[in-house]
């Protein structure tokens, strides 16, 4: 199985208590490692460093998890080792599924499980915590499906979202009964923590 970086030596802290490593490293960090692909969530990102620090900061025991745009899985692991007990990411693209399963299988992540689609519209569970780590208009056009199955009390978070668009989002959301938690602006982009009243 081929490692996802051209460089062997390769090694990403990210937060607190992650690093994206080979399988094969030594370390006292809570490892992710992600098989050679195309999709979307290497770590390297300041989109998904960022919500991996988020995701740190919150109590994910036990939880429930949907992750929007999952990509190669990196997000959806990362709920699993933080202790949820169900997560669900969904992609648009077949090989970022296909990717994430793998990367869920080398991981782990017994509690992942990952599917094709563009909408959560199907689902019917509510989740505790809804991630989505992708572009604002995408966002924009799922909110009412997001909200739909964001628990009551419970958290969206979005990353991906550009500074022109960060109040944006903040009001369309602020509209279907949420409260901004946490703003997080990055050198390009900007990540927002929501909570759903109760």
């Known amino acids: 199985m081929e490692w996802r970086f051209k460089r062997e030596e390769k090694v990403i802290p990210i937060g607190e208590k992650f690093v994206v490593a080979p399988p094969w490293l030594e370390t006292e960090r809570t490892k992710i490692t992600l098989v050679k692909g195309q999709s979307f969530g290497t770590g390297v990102h300041e989109t998904t460093v960022s919500c991996i620090e988020v ?38 693209e077949k090989q970022a599924v296909k990717e994430c399963k793998r990367n869920v299988e080398l991981n782990g992540a017994q509690s992942v499980e990952c599917f094709v689609s563009d909408t959560p519209r199907s689902l019917r569970k509510q989740f505790d915590i809804v991630i989505a780590n992708i572009f604002a208009d995408i966002i924009l056009n799922m909110k009412n499906e997001i909200a739909r199955i964001t628990k009551r009390g419970g958290f969206a978070l979005f990353s991906g979202v550009s500074i022109e668009d960060n109040f944006t989002v903040q009001l369309a959301f602020d509209r279907l009964g949420f409260s901004l938690v946490k703003n997080i602006f990055l050198e390009d982009y900007t990540t927002l923590l929501f909570k759903k009243g109760e």
């Open 55 to 92: 995701m740190e900061k919150l109590d994910l025991c036990g939880k429930s998890v949907l992750d929007i745009g999952a990509g190669s899985g990196i997000l959806s692991i990362v709920a699993s080792k933080l202790g949820a007990d169900f997560v669900v990411g969904f992609d648009i």
